[in-house]
């Protein structure tokens, strides 16, 4: 059955309902897909009073919600640097609540010093490759965007896609960067209509899309030989038996 945009949860006339085709997920699911709404979990990289990567991912979040997704965001205030403490932390332990949560992610981090801030590398570095014989994020989709002070550039979302391999994340194509954030952003901190918030809908809409797609099939696209022929567990203890040189 093909989901209602509700563009009514967009506040705004930014977005041309003309425009906003539903989803056909009848096309995109398989025919034993639950049906409930894909679950989203959108992190940003900054702690500014006025962090445009936050306003980045409300926006986000309210193409999400037209589109039919549930999303959550995780707030990083108060997240301790990674092995500054274990994992019993409240708010490392609401990361990875969330990201087992979540059938897909959205990653919105500024650009600084040429790289993703290290608030965004935190976040990500606190959510493990595995718990025990659970990967948190293997078969997970994954959309990225990035927020400059100045000219486009596409550093902090390339170094995210890289990130998003390697924890086996199916990383969709699209991507957003937004140059010289602090002017694309209205007094009421809402985005102005532009080919930048345009393309936040390309990416919401894609990454709906390949949630859809993937998330009944993704222990099915992450089966591996490797895996099958030596279990983790096998693997963990192959490793720690090994001497250290």
Known sequence: MDKIIDCDVLSNHLADETFMRPLDVSYLAPADDSGHAPRILLLYGSLRERSFSRLVSEEATRLLTAMGAETRTFNPSGLPLPDETDATHPKVQELRDLAAWAEGMIWVSPERHGAMT???KAQIDWIPLSLGAV????????????????SQSFNAVNQMRILGRWMRMITIPNQSSIPKAFTEFGDDNRIKPSPYYNRIIDVCEELMKFTYMTRTRSDYLVDRYSERVE???????????TPSR
């Open 135 to 150: 990967r948190p994020t293997q078969g997970k989709t994954l959309a990225l965007m990035q927020v400059c002070g100045g």
């Open 231 to 241: 279990s983790g567990q096998e693997l963990i203890n192959r490793v720690n038996s």
């Open 118 to 120: 290290g608030i965004m």
